[in-house]
């Protein structure tokens, strides 16, 4: 997943210069095309509202509750694209820069991190969307390796992200992988009963918070099959407590597959709700590539339904962009490393989008 991604402090002056800069040349952009993002399949969700030179930076809150950060990768990649005359490129980038994306917390000063998102969110009168992701042994050593060092080390990270949030609203995914991983095997056994103590206590301090949304990570349709197997792993790691699962998180799953899927598990763990990750899912899986081949930069996707929380369906929460869209999903086809903003990758998502 994001093993370099380290998220970002409170903004300081030059972050709001730069801030500045990219809600001018998105405002721009809008002005000139009137960007919408990708197209969604789900007539239920109704037609998309159309960005205003006035008003680039947030969507209408009924349509999607969610943040959009006016200093992301994209709006700062869009407004440096625009400013060097690629017109075409940075409408290409805006389709990303103009959709909330998921704010992934990194280890160091977390309570600086969740607290600039949340007040930023607020300010806004948005929800800020949050990934926890640093739990012990993460990703079985794989393009993000690391995590918390130890079960007493990540309480003491969790507990500062905690203190960041605060009583401001937030939707969290917590820890992508991390069950999905022990029931694979790919996480070695005597890790097992820490990491679901680990996680059921994470559950129940994000719930203590008044305003904290949180969705176990639950895997992807093609990952642990069938969806059975992963309702006693969500029930050890507390799934009664929580909000719902998450599904599809930085994968390319259909949300029709992924709709099955999580209708089957939520059948299983109490009818509990869930939400889809479609970041990156408008042409779906690789269907001929091997396992490396159809999770880490595989060639030929494009953007999926923006996020809302208008899905027409009533197990489903919401859409939602968790993975962020032209970030590297590892140094592998050419691509940097994890969590690192990759141009080249972020243009062919929006190129091939349904728009």
């Known amino acids: 997943m994001y093993g370099s991604h380290t998220g970002h402090t409170r903004p300081a002056r030059t972050a709001l210069t730069r801030t500045s800069t990219a809600m001018a040349a998105l405002a721009a952009l809008a002005g000139l095309t009137g960007i919408t993002g990708c197209s969604s399949d789900d007539e239920a969700a109704g037609p998309r509202p159309q960005p205003t030179?006035?008003?680039?930076?947030?969507?209408?809150?009924?349509?999607?509750?969610?943040?959009v950060n006016p200093n992301g990768n994209a709006a700062r990649q869009a407004a440096r694209l625009l400013g060097a005359g690629k017109e075409q490129e940075a409408r290409l980038i805006a389709k990303i820069a103009q959709q909330p994306v998921a704010e992934w917390i990194g280890v160091d000063d977390p309570e600086s991190q969740t607290r600039g998102f949340t007040e930023a969110a607020a300010k806004a009168d948005r929800d800020a969307l949050l990934v926890l992701y640093n739990i012990p042994h993460r990703d079985c050593g794989q393009y993000s390796q690391g995590g918390a060092a130890d079960g007493d080390s990540y309480r003491a990270w969790l507990d500062r992200a905690a203190s960041g949030i605060g009583d401001r609203r937030a939707t969290v995914i917590l820890e992508p992988d991390a069950l999905p991983h022990m029931e694979d095997g790919c996480t070695p056994q005597q890790f097992h009963e820490e990491r679901y103590a680990l996680l059921k206590e994470a559950v129940r301090r994000l719930k203590a918070l008044p305003r904290t949304k949180v969705y176990l990570d639950a895997g992807n349709p093609s990952w642990v099959t069938p969806a059975g197997r992963?309702?006693?792993?969500?029930?050890?790691?507390?799934?009664d407590r929580?909000?719902?699962?998450?599904?599809n998180v930085s994968n390319f799953q259909t949300t029709e597959a992924s709709k099955e899927y999580g209708h089957t598990l939520s059948a299983l763990v109490g009818y509990k709700h869930f939400v889809i990750d479609t970041s990156r899912n408008g042409n779906g899986p690789l269907s001929d590539g091997d396992h490396e081949k159809a999770w880490c930069n595989p060639s030929g996707r494009a953007l999926g339904e923006p996020p809302t929380t208008r899905t027409g369906d009533r197990l489903v929460d919401a859409y939602l962009w968790v993975k962020r869209p032209g970030e590297s999903d590892g140094a592998c086809k050419g691509g940097p490393d994890a969590g690192?903003?990759?141009?080249?990758?972020?243009?062919?998502?929006?190129r091939n989008a349904r728009s």
């Open 340 to 350: 690192e903003w990759w141009e080249t990758y972020a243009l062919e998502l929006a």
């Open 242 to 247: 929580a909000d719902g699962f998450a599904l």
């Open 53 to 67: 030179a006035a008003s680039p930076s947030q969507l209408p809150r009924e349509r999607s509750p969610f943040w």
């Open 230 to 239: 992963m309702a006693e792993p969500l029930r050890r790691a507390g799934i």
